[in-house]
């Protein structure tokens, strides 16, 4: 028996709509890209694969490439080492904002070298790496703080690049009255010396090797609840500043739009099979 052609595209569609949960969630962080691979101004979703800030040094092991989502984990795919970082800086917190009013766009607060409060940028939760030594933040365990104040909540600055502000929670702020303890965990790091991975959504990374390889860091969101949603944003630098990563969940709407479509494909299918038949 043959099928309609056509019929393949609807039950393509719905498969597709049924992985529909992994995302890959990475927008352009707004800072004029240094591209250093075969793109121009850098490749990936959103130019931010092999790429770093203005300025800033390049290479693979530097280059923070992409955030994927599925359901309530979040992956870091990343040429810089997650976990040692890279000499002489380390990896900085993820900060999160669930509300949809985070004022991470370059120049919220472009001084460097020093320390700034949430009133410039509305954070409301931060990923806290808890085992700092060096440039390395150890087995990759972390605390997880929620975030209920502004002014009176700091944050450390990047010490080179101001347009990627801010790079961790000032240490000693897990005592303010704002600032509360919501979960821990560990984030798990694998490693892949391919030069293109493939990220669970489709899209893809470049540019690693045995020497240079990728770094794919695991997190659970299960904290935020109900809160992960439309527009929840995260954010990422080192120390430096070298590259910021941003990323942000999509509407809802383009999935079920997407599943919608497939639905009518298969109706439409099944009506005309039964005329043919």
């Given at each position: 028996?043959?099928?309609?052609?056509?019929?393949?595209?609807?039950?393509?569609?719905?498969?597709?709509?049924?992985?529909?949960?992994?995302?890959?969630?990475?927008?352009?962080?707004?800072?004029?890209?240094?591209?250093?691979?075969?793109?121009?101004?850098?490749?990936?979703?959103?130019?931010?694969?092999?790429?770093?800030?203005?300025?800033?040094?390049?290479?693979?092991?530097?280059?923070?490439?992409?955030?994927?989502?599925?359901?309530?984990?979040?992956?870091?795919?990343?040429?810089?080492?997650?976990?040692?970082?890279?000499?002489?800086?380390?990896?900085?917190?993820?900060?999160?904002?669930?509300?949809?009013?985070?004022?991470?766009?370059?120049?919220?607060?472009?001084?460097?070298?020093?320390?700034?409060?949430?009133?410039?940028?509305?954070?409301?939760?931060?990923?806290?790496?808890?085992?700092?030594?060096?440039?390395?933040?150890?087995?990759?365990?972390?605390?997880?703080y929620k975030?209920?104040?502004?002014?009176?909540?700091?944050?450390?600055?990047?010490?080179?690049?101001?347009?990627?502000?801010?790079?961790?929670?000032?240490?000693?702020?897990?005592?303010?009255?704002?600032?509360?303890?919501?979960?821990?965990?560990?984030?798990?790091?694998?490693?892949?010396?391919?030069?293109?991975?493939?990220?669970?959504?489709?899209?893809?990374?470049?540019?690693?090797?045995?020497?240079?390889?990728?770094f794919i860091?695991?997190?659970?969101?299960?904290?935020?609840?109900?809160?992960?949603?439309?527009?929840?944003?995260?954010?990422?630098?080192?120390?430096?500043?070298?590259?910021?990563?941003?990323?942000?969940?999509?509407?809802?709407?383009?999935?079920?739009?997407?599943?919608?479509?497939?639905?009518?494909?298969?109706?439409?299918?099944?009506?005309?099979?039964?005329?043919?038949?």
């Amino acid at each position: 028996m043959q099928y309609p052609k056509f019929c393949c595209t609807a039950v393509c569609a719905l498969a597709l709509a049924g992985s529909a949960n992994a995302k890959n969630i990475t927008i352009n962080d707004l800072q004029s890209p240094n591209s250093y691979g075969f793109g121009a101004p850098g490749i990936g979703q959103a130019g931010e694969d092999q790429e770093t800030e203005p300025g800033t040094a390049s290479g693979q092991h530097w280059d923070l490439e992409a955030f994927t989502l599925n359901g309530s984990n979040l992956k870091v795919y990343s040429g810089y080492n997650l976990l040692q970082g890279e000499k002489p800086y380390g990896l900085g917190d993820v900060f999160i904002d669930v509300n949809g009013d985070a004022n991470w766009q370059p120049g919220a607060d472009n001084n460097i070298s020093g320390t700034t409060d949430n009133s410039k940028f509305l954070y409301d939760y931060v990923i806290h790496w808890n085992d700092r030594s060096g440039t390395s933040i150890g087995a990759g365990t972390y605390d997880v703080y929620k975030i209920t104040g502004d002014s009176d909540v700091r944050f450390q600055e990047t010490v080179y690049k101001s347009g990627s502000n801010p790079w961790t929670l000032l240490a000693g702020q897990s005592n303010s009255d704002h600032v509360s303890k919501v979960a821990s965990g560990s984030m798990s790091v694998a490693v892949d010396a391919s030069d293109v991975i493939t990220l669970e959504d489709g899209t893809q990374v470049t540019g690693g090797s045995s020497v240079r390889p990728h770094f794919i860091g695991d997190l659970d969101l299960s904290f935020l609840g109900s809160a992960l949603g439309s527009q929840t944003l995260f954010h990422l630098t080192m120390e430096c500043g070298n590259d910021s990563m941003v990323g942000r969940v999509p509407d809802a709407g383009s999935a079920l739009a997407l599943m919608t479509a497939a639905m009518s494909g298969l109706a439409f299918v099944g009506r005309r099979t039964r005329r043919q038949s």
